[in-house]
């Protein structure tokens, strides 16, 4: 018999009964998809979110797949980046001695030192001195808040 020919003895077979007994689970009454409460998914990503816990044992606890766990854990993480809250308006402090300066020397008063004052939360930031717009947007970067 030549090499690259068919092997024309090789068994096809179209019958699909098989030797095996498989397992089949019958479902008696209506499937649904089962809804988690908010705090119940809030408990379960806590919990997760512990230094030295592994994932599928959190899941397995609480009787969910890992995938789901792990997509909670980015729902939760997305909801709280767009819960958290940023300033839109931020009241402006001007300090007596930028008033003394007259109109006639604007181009000093761009020049002079100066202190920016930033609260955010229970955070106050105080930057002195002449602050260029890299490095303010560095520190609104640094708390969170968007430029």
Do not use: C, Y
């Not at 020919?5 to 089949?24: G, I, M």
């Not at 939360?121 to 930057?127: E, F, I, K, T």
């Amino acid at each position: 018999m030549e090499p690259d020919r068919f092997d024309h003895n090789f068994e096809l077979s179209d019958d699909t009964k098989s030797d095996r007994v498989q397992r089949v689970e019958v479902i008696t009454g209506v499937e649904r998809r089962r809804s988690w409460p908010d705090a119940v998914k809030e408990r379960i990503v806590a919990e997760s979110m512990g230094e030295g816990v592994v994932i599928s044992d959190v899941a397995r606890r609480n009787g969910i797949s890992p995938q789901q766990l792990f997509g909670w854990r980015r729902q939760m993480r997305v909801k709280a980046a767009v819960s958290a809250e940023a300033p839109s308006f931020v009241p402006v402090v001007a300090d007596e001695a930028m008033k003394a300066v007259p109109a006639s020397k604007a181009d000093d008063r761009q020049n002079m030192p100066g202190t920016i004052e930033i609260a955010f939360g229970a955070v106050v930031v105080r930057l002195d001195g002449r602050v260029d717009a890299r490095t303010l947007a560095t520190v609104l970067k640094a708390l969170g808040i968007r430029p």
